[in-house]
């Protein structure tokens, strides 16, 4: 085996035999000591080649078979190796053979190829060279045709091959003119226009915008280098002429342009759009349009709040002070003084008034060429000019317009209201001159918008052609810009109306701080409220808001006036002989409501139904509010008054001639008396204290009907009644009707007539006959067709030995009273009806042969139910 050292010397796999020979040469000399010579090493060296050589040869001892093996292996795939470097060597010839007749032909067509190029973009130049010459001849007729405005015949040869004289001529019939005078000049530039761009489109190189990128990179390796026409001599002299024709083509363009917009000529417009778009720069040149009128506007609005320039031009109308010496200039004020203060509102609304019109100039301006630009296409490619312009505008040019002036509108007024505090008044307090303006502005433009304002739909519509031809009208289609420029001064239109609440409601608090307040109060609240309506009226979007604002002060009224009235006993006290303060407060309170609720009442035929529906509710509360205080105070007294009727029943009806004769005086009673005395007392006390003569004349009416029915109720119930008590009551009637006359008079004609107490009034007048008259006849309609059945049931009932229907229930006279009064006259007679199964029970048993009263009673009761 090896040793360690030349294991480690010799068996790396790095040893390099060159280096180690080198490393010992170049060992220390001799003379170290601890240094081995040459010669030793040598030895060494030849020692590990013998061992080296034993272990080689007993490794091939050790593997002899396996290594002949593979000698014979060798020897044999020497043949296969021999075989396929043959094959290699003839496929290399082959490939050489090949690339002999493949190389030479390709060399060949790349020559070729490159030929073709050349020739293609010397053709490609020749063509747009031959095109752009062409072109040129015929712009420089086309500008001596827009020279001289007269259109003259070019000649078919200047034409080039790929555009026809009919092309052209169907181009320049497209801008909606067929008549050859008058427009001549405008087909001329859109002809010149249409060169000027084709011209230009020959100058540079090709886009493929249009074309996906793949083919687009697949198109750039065919297509030959682009060479541009300016360095040919010939295209470079008649650039300048293209450039100066341009130049002047966009002067024609824009001139036609403002002449159109100046003069709202639709045809003079449509021929300057027709213009830029054979110029194709149609949507830069609206978006253009659009911002110098939105800016302009901007200017003008602007300027219209600049209380400097105001100021200025106050200043500027003012005589020059003559120099005194030593002068102190002040700066220009920014605000009005109170001699001053005319001067600088009426300059105010003067400039207002110019940027209204200068508004509705540009607004119809817009309108006018989106209209031009819906309606217009181009005549070849049918391509609409709006859908054109839409590529660069964000929306259509009159919501572009509208909304950048409302933006300005709102902008340059808030910043005026907040420097200027005399800005803020003038406008918030002439607000609806301020709306006037605007509607103004709306009118103006509305034959050239299609724009109306209407109360049924309380917006401003934008109608199409077909609703307008059809009639028809949407609620849906509404005009967002109008309503956008609404907004924007909807701060001033809060200032009004919180103002105007203002207004109201310090009317409203001066009113009821009055002790008691009264007719003029009611009055003062009324007014206020329909000058507040008044004001606002013409517009339907602003008197709602007002309306709503009404109906709050209302609730404030009603809910301040309801902490006055007085709801206790005094109030409804009819002890007399005087008022009471309560009663009199009430009577003031219920004036003031009255007085403002009968003017306010009045507003439904005034103002559209919007408007009377918001109020109807708050009106409706202070009519609610005076009926709290009149029925209290009406029911009293009908229940006072009909305690005192009642009390007739305590007087003897029973008596005879004779006992009259002797005895009574033919004088009226003491409840009539006492009845006389109270409606005096009602009259001159209670009634006088309601400053409403025709409200207090309807409730004595009413007192007066009400004594009616109650007296002959309770005189139809009388029993027993004999002839001298006839005549009593007889004597009490005649003394209630002069009573009833003094109540109901007239206190401007100290005159009554007891006829407009109508058929009350007929009922006590035919009472008087009916106690005088025959049994027989009681049953007969014409002898008693003013009198209700039920009061001659009850006349024949006393008349008979039978009792009363209120004997038979056990209840006295005045609850009867009151019960009929509760009911309808059906379940009145009902009741009698009731009561005849007992009359007839009583008949038998007693025998009652004298007359027949139940018969007199069905014959009554038929006849009424059967009406």
């Not at 701080?513 to 009264?518: D, H, K, S």
């Amino acid at each position: 085996m090896m040793s360690d050292w030349a294991e480690r010397e010799f068996g790396s796999g790095t040893f390099d035999p060159t280096e180690y020979t080198h490393k010992v040469l170049a060992a220390p000399t001799p003379g170290s000591a601890t240094s081995e010579d040459i010669s030793q090493l040598i030895g060494r060296l030849t020692l590990a080649v013998d061992d080296v050589a034993g272990q080689i040869r007993s490794l091939v001892i050790a593997h002899h078979e396996a290594l002949l093996t593979q000698a014979a292996n060798v020897s044999g795939m020497e043949g296969l190796l021999s075989s396929v470097r043959q094959g290699i060597n003839e496929l290399v010839q082959s490939l050489d053979r090949l690339r002999l007749k493949v190389h030479v032909p390709y060399q060949t067509l790349a020559g070729l190829f490159s030929q073709l190029q050349k020739l293609r973009q010397a053709a490609d130049v020749l063509r747009r060279t031959s095109r752009f010459v062409a072109l040129a001849r015929r712009l420089e007729l086309q500008m001596k045709e827009v020279d001289s405005g007269v259109s003259t015949s070019t000649s078919s040869k200047s034409l080039p091959s790929g555009k026809s004289r009919e092309s052209i001529d169907s181009i320049a019939s497209g801008l909606g003119v067929g008549a050859e005078d008058g427009n001549a000049k405008e087909r001329a530039v859109a002809r010149a226009a249409l060169s000027v761009a084709e011209l230009s489109s020959l100058l540079e190189p090709p886009t493929s915008s249009n074309v996906p990128t793949s083919l687009a990179v697949e198109k750039a390796e065919d297509q030959p280098t682009f060479i541009p026409l300016e360095k040919i001599n010939v295209i470079a002299r008649l650039v300048p002429t293209l450039d100066s024709s341009r130049k002047r083509i966009n002067e024609e363009m824009e001139s036609m342009i403002v002449e159109g917009l100046a003069s709202l000529n639709q045809s003079v417009l449509a021929a300057a759009l027709q213009t830029a778009f054979n110029l194709r720069i149609m949507p830069n040149v609206v978006q253009s349009l659009l911002v110098d009128l939105t800016e302009a506007v901007d200017l003008r609005i602007k300027s219209a709040f600049d209380v400097s320039r105001i100021a200025k031009e106050i200043s500027g109308n003012d005589p020059p002070p003559q120099p005194t010496g030593l002068m102190y200039r002040s700066r220009v004020r920014t605000a009005p003084t109170n001699l001053t203060a005319p001067q600088w509102t009426n300059a105010l609304w003067a400039r207002l008034e110019q940027m209204i019109e200068e508004m509705a100039g540009c607004c119809i301006k817009v309108y006018n060429l989106e209209k031009v630009l819906k309606y217009k296409r181009d005549p070849t490619s049918q391509t609409s000019f709006l859908d054109e312009a839409m590529t660069v505008l964000e929306s259509r040019p009159t919501t572009t317009f509208w909304s950048a002036l409302a933006r300005s509108l709102d902008k340059h007024s808030k910043e005026a209201a907040k420097a200027s505090t005399f800005l803020q008044q003038t406008l918030s307090t002439g607000y609806p001159r301020f709306l006037r303006l605007f509607h103004d502005l709306f009118a103006k433009i509305a034959m050239h918008t299609d724009t109306i304002y209407t109360s049924n739909q309380q917006r401003y519509f934008l109608l199409s052609s077909h609703c307008l031809s059809t009639n028809t009208l949407s609620p849906d289609e509404t005009s967002p810009e109008t309503v956008i420029v609404l907004r924007s001064v909807s701060a001033f239109e809060q200032l009004y109306l919180s103002r105007s609440t203002a207004r109201m409601n310090e009317t409203i608090a001066t009113a009821v701080r009055q002790t008691p307040p009264g007719a003029p109060e009611g009055l003062a609240i009324s007014r206020t409220i329909v000058n507040e309506l008044d004001s606002a009226r013409f517009d339907p979007l602003l008197v709602k808001s007002v309306a709503k604002n009404v109906g709050g002060a209302l609730e404030l009224l009603a809910s301040r006036t309801d902490t006055l009235i007085v709801r206790d006993r005094s109030a409804t006290s009819l002890v007399g002989p005087l008022g009471t303060a309560q009663q009199v407060l009430n009577a003031q309170i219920f004036t003031m409501l009255h007085t403002c609720w009968t003017r306010l009442n009045k507003l439904e035929g005034e103002f559209h139904e919007g408007v009377t529906l918001l109020l109807k509710l708050p009106i409706k509360k202070i009519e609610r509010q005076c009926e709290g205080i009149s029925e209290p105070l009406l029911s009293a007294i009908r229940r006072d008054l009909g305690l005192v009727l009642s009390r007739m029943h305590r007087v003897d009806f029973s008596k005879s001639f004779e006992a009259m004769a002797s005895g009574m005086g033919g004088g009226a009673s003491a409840y009539m008396k006492e009845l006389t005395a109270k409606l005096g007392f009602l009259r001159n006390e209670v009634f006088s204290k309601f400053s409403v003569a025709e409200v207090v004349q309807d409730w004595t009416i009413n007192v007066a009907k009400n004594v009616i029915r109650i007296f002959v109720l309770n005189a139809s119930i009388i029993k027993p009644l004999g002839e001298a008590g006839k005549l009593q009551l007889t004597s009490d009637m005649t003394e209630l009707e002069f009573t009833l006359g003094s109540f109901v008079a007239d206190p401007s004609r100290r005159t009554g007539s007891l006829e407009i107490l109508g058929d009350d009034y007929r009922v006590l007048r035919a009472l008087r006959p009916l106690l005088f008259l025959d049994t027989a006849l009681l049953s007969s309609p014409d002898d008693t067709y003013s009198l209700p059945p039920l009061i001659i049931l009850h006349h024949i009932i006393v008349r008979s030995p039978y009792s009363l229907p209120h004997t038979l229930h056990t209840w006295t006279e005045a609850e009867y009273v009151r019960w009929i009064e509760d009911h309808t006259p059906r379940e009145a007679l009902a009741l009698v009806e009731a009561c005849v199964p007992k009359w007839e029970t009583q008949t038998a048993d007693n025998k009652v042969t004298e007359e027949d009263w139940v018969t007199l009673v069905k014959a009554v009761l038929r006849r009424a139910i059967s009406a």
